[in-house]
């Protein structure tokens, strides 16, 4: 594999994964957020459960993440093994590492945006493989943000790009269904429909560009990483 990250080809990658395997992603993306929609619903109202929103779409989002990142993993021989069960299955041990990993990479990124958006673009990139790090090497929280640092080294702006075109993506799906739903929406119910669909589409772009990363960044460090210097090259 190349020495550089290409922006297209782990595109190209992203998308025939979402392709081939939209019999798992997609289906067991909607019922995971189809749960956070109905908490969402229920709760909306209700100030002094706004945390049990919180909590529960976190957790759901985490553990599709972890998902997403072993069946990545279980297919970079060519074919999927694994079942739904024994994917799910895997992420458990490892969940709350990554709750807590996301967390904390949220709130830095957050707070990099406040400080003029360029902090927060920064940590974006040298952060965007913590979860595959967790996932696939058992790294725990602190150190899962060294080595994704590691990873990223040398090819921070095609990673930069490769996340900044799926966040793009997801927000376009989100706004275009949102749009849609408003359109339709005569009761929570079809609000609740439609905040799930809304996930189930962009849900999977954001986790299959985040193991996609992983992997080809791992290869490129196998292969003879370039030499070391400022993350964003």
Known sequence: MERRL????????????????AGVLLPVAFWLFLVVAIVDGLTADTLSLFWVAIVVS????????????GLVSDIQDGRRDASVAELMRSVLPILAPLIGAGLLAGIGIGVGFV????????????????AP??????????????????????NGWPVLGAVLVAYVISLVLNLVLA????????GPLVRIVFSALASTATAPVVALVAAVLYFRLLAIRRAGAPAAGSVLQ
């Open 179 to 186: 749009r849609i739903g408003a359109e339709l929406a005569d």
């Open 133 to 154: 790090v967790i996932v696939i090497e058992r790294q725990s929280v602190f150190e899962a943000f060294g080595r994704s640092r590691v990873l990223v080294r040398g």
């Open 58 to 69: 976190t957790t759901v989002s985490t553990l599709y993440q972890g998902m997403v990142v």
């Open 115 to 130: 400080l003029l958006i360029v902090p927060g673009l920064y940590l974006l990139t040298i952060w965007a493989v913590i």
């Open 6 to 21: 290409d922006v297209g080809d782990t595109l190209r990658e992203v998308f025939g994964i979402y392709r081939d395997q």
